[in-house]
């Protein structure tokens, strides 16, 4: 009965077939009509102008020129390239077999040095950025000025990465791990004091309040208050900044720095290539090992 409303229309009997009265409409044909209630209904997906058709073409072109010009200034040419790959083959054939030249428990020392430097480099970063975070954050000091100067400062600083004050460092204090703590430290500081200054912005004012209520003062509230909702999250943060600490060892290493990258861009220099991939290879496990503890330990925080 549904299906013979449908077809006959409303009002028609239900007696099988539709009589030539209640018989629907056929379907319209009018081509030019049909474009005309459409370009009614939406006119720019109908009339595109040249303009916006020839757009994409234009900034298909206008990319394709740039990259051309950059490859040329570059002098990036297929001869360049293939002397590269050329030189990249024979050093990669030359990493086998690995071997470690007889200085395991050098290079052992020097991932112990690496994995040391990350862990006292966070930890001072950590320590410093904290008061940084208390004056950053908008429920804690509430004066605007102070605030302004403070998140600015911490932005300034934040675009500088941890191989610049490396290769700061490393001219200030000489070569070893000091410079290589200082540099993840100074790179670490602005950017935990940002996150630590955003947790603390959104804890739950509730807690904060009913402690005031009760008479608590400052340090009363932020002690009871604000410290057990944001400290899990400040672990999980410092974990995750060690975790990147512990790679970063490695780059400013290379820079004179200390660690498992001083001994890695030895062994560049003299072309010892079968001990670049074993020192390589050694690191790499210990980055996975570190990194699953870690996310072990932040999951558990969190």
Known sequence: ??????????????????SPRT???????DVAGMVEAARVIAPAAIHIPPLKRLRPWIFSGLFLLVFLAACADLDLTFE?????????????GSMWPPSDGGQFGRLMFAIAQTLAMAVLGTLLGAVVALPLALVAARNIVANPLVHF?????????????A????LILVAAFGLGPIPGILALAFSDIPRLAKLFAEAMENVDERQRESLRATGADVAGV????TL???????LSQCLYFLEQNFRAAAVVGIVGAGGIGFELQERIRIFAFDEVAYITLIYILAVAIFDHISDRLRARLV
């Not at 932005?155 to 990465?161: A, M, S, V």
């Open 1 to 18: 009965d549904a299906g013979r409303l449908s077809l006959c229309g409303r009002g028609a009997p239900l007696t099988g077939r539709c």
């Open 23 to 29: 018989r629907p409409p056929p379907p319209r044909t």
């Open 80 to 92: 360049v390239l293939s002397s590269g790959f050329g030189k990249l083959g024979f050093i990669l």
């Open 149 to 161: 100067l403070v998140r600015r400062s911490m932005d300034l600083f934040r675009g500088i990465p």
């Open 163 to 166: 191989l610049v004050w490396a």
């Open 222 to 225: 932020l002690r009871f208050g």
């Open 228 to 234: 057990p909702q944001v400290l899990p999250i400040w």
